[in-house]
């Protein structure tokens, strides 16, 4: 390949980079709402033909984000240390997941909540970034004792109740008043004791871990 077209291949591919950082900032500091051509492209400090050069529109810009903000969730799942005991490898991957969802509520409704009615993954993109970024609990169950199809069945109970309870507490459900649940509402650990929990019950009703 001639040294002009490398060089160019890489500007592209730094340019591309810039601006699904540019959407990961917009996202965060505004919201779904924000997630035009136009805002991300003066968020890089680019052009909106940057966009449509590089993605190919709109469409192609989200999928990117898409793809990039499960890319992050795997890393975070993948920063969990795995140890010779998979059930607390278990509850410290759970929480590990709420700890994102809280980090980035709005990239979190991305991910999950499809707020974009004019947005869906396309082919098969959704299973492969789910199944890249859960396969650490995936291989905890697995360790834990529970191997083939119940081991996936599981793990995807497991993550019920997770995204369940993560969904309650950054729509504020858990935050508002509901003493006869033991939730006050000035109780700032309720939603992550009502968490860790949740998961605990999941975790035993499974039986995971024993023989």
């Known amino acids: 390949m001639a040294r ?4 160019d291949s890489t500007a592209n591919a ?3 980079e810039r601006l699904v950082d540019a959407a990961l900032r917009v996202l965060a500091a505004h919201g779904v709402g ?8 003066e968020e890089a400090a680019s052009s909106t033909m940057g966009v449509y050069s590089r993605f190919g529109g709109r469409a192609g810009l989200l999928e990117a984000l898409y793809q990039r903000s499960f890319q992050l969730l795997t890393q ?20 590990a997941y709420r700890d994102f969802a809280l980090d980035g509520p709005q990239r979190y409704l991305f991910m999950f909540s499809r707020p974009l009615p004019d947005f869906e993954p396309t082919g098969g993109l959704h299973a492969q970034v789910l199944q890249a970024a859960f396969a650490p609990v995936i291989g905890a169950v697995r360790r834990s004792g529970t191997q083939g199809p119940a081991a996936t069945r599981a793990a995807y109970c497991l993550w019920c109740v997770m995204h369940g309870l993560v969904g ?7 935050r508002a008043p509901l003493t006869t649940w033991g939730v006050t509402g000035e109780d700032t650990a309720a939603a992550e004791r009502m968490y860790r929990a ?14």
Do not use: K, W
């Not at 924000?34 to 492209?41: F, K, M, W």
């Not at 975070?76 to 929480?95: C, F, H, S, W």
């Not at 949740?198 to 023989?211: D, H």
């Open 76 to 95: 975070a799942l993948g920063t969990v240390p795995t140890t010779d005991d998979p059930i607390n490898d278990l509850r410290e991957l759970a929480y």
């Open 4 to 7: 002009g077209a490398t060089a």
């Open 198 to 211: 949740g998961v605990q019950a999941m975790i035993t009703g499974l039986e995971l871990g024993n023989p």
């Open 168 to 174: 309650l507490e950054l729509t504020d459900v858990l």
């Open 34 to 41: 924000e997630l035009s051509v136009r805002r991300v492209a």
């Open 14 to 16: 730094e340019l591309a």
